[in-house]
């Protein structure tokens, strides 16, 4: 039975807009990609001497289970030349499960809902648009609550140019 997962799409290397179309494409293989809205321009986190990132939040429509839409995605991340040569540095695509439906797993290497989602403005800026009302199944707050509550920092640019609607 299908579920809907929430991914968060990052690149900071090369072509940026390029590299989240190409990696929304390839998505498609996956399941049904059915919101895609703005492109964000953000700041690093923790590691902050790199080019800053663009983002977006993708919802798709899966019938993969947890584990193989991450073996996925990550297949996806090699394959469009991600190389994990230093923690948190610059990247060609970074694919990241931040919900699939209610399920909260913990597993080695999968943690959904993902661990840094309610932290991130990076992540919370994009997946608000596309799921304003959208309920942390442990948290139990919205995603524009948890974005809410975010306190002031982080640099997080809402880009005019971006894919709408699944069409990239």
């Given at each position: 039975?299908?579920?809907?997962?929430?991914?968060?799409?990052?690149?900071?290397?090369?072509?940026?807009?390029?590299?989240?179309?190409?990696?929304?494409?390839?998505?498609?293989?996956?399941?049904?990609?059915?919101?895609?809205?703005?492109?964000?321009?953000t700041e690093p986190v923790e590691f902050i001497d790199q080019p800053w990132f663009l983002n977006c939040a993708?919802?798709?429509?899966?019938?993969?289970?947890?584990?193989?839409?991450?073996?996925?995605?990550?297949?996806?991340?090699?394959?469009?030349?991600?190389?994990?040569?230093?923690?948190?540095?610059?990247?060609?695509?970074?694919?990241?499960?931040?919900?699939?439906?209610?399920?909260?797993?913990?597993?080695?290497?999968?943690?959904?809902?993902?661990?840094?989602?309610?932290?991130?403005?990076?992540?919370?800026?994009?997946?608000?648009?596309?799921?304003?009302?959208?309920?942390?199944?442990?948290?139990?707050?919205?995603?524009?609550?948890?974005?809410?509550?975010?306190?002031?920092?982080?640099?997080?640019?809402?880009?005019?140019?971006?894919?709408?609607?699944?069409?990239?």
């Amino acid at each position: 039975m299908p579920s809907r997962a929430y991914l968060s799409l990052g690149s900071n290397v090369g072509d940026r807009q390029g590299n989240l179309r190409g990696a929304i494409d390839r998505l498609s293989a996956l399941g049904e990609v059915s919101a895609v809205w703005s492109f964000y321009e953000t700041e690093p986190v923790e590691f902050i001497d790199q080019p800053w990132f663009l983002n977006c939040a993708v919802a798709l429509t899966t019938a993969h289970p947890p584990r193989l839409l991450l073996d996925a995605l990550l297949a996806i991340e090699q394959s469009m030349g991600r190389r994990r040569t230093q923690l948190k540095g610059p990247r060609t695509i970074d694919l990241d499960i931040l919900l699939y439906g209610d399920k909260v797993v913990h597993e080695p290497g999968l943690t959904i809902p993902h661990p840094a989602l309610a932290e991130r403005r990076f992540v919370l800026e994009p997946l608000v648009e596309i799921a304003p009302d959208l309920i942390h199944p442990v948290l139990r707050k919205t995603m524009r609550q948890l974005r809410d509550e975010l306190p002031a920092g982080q640099t997080v640019r809402r880009l005019e140019a971006g894919p709408r609607d699944g069409k990239s």
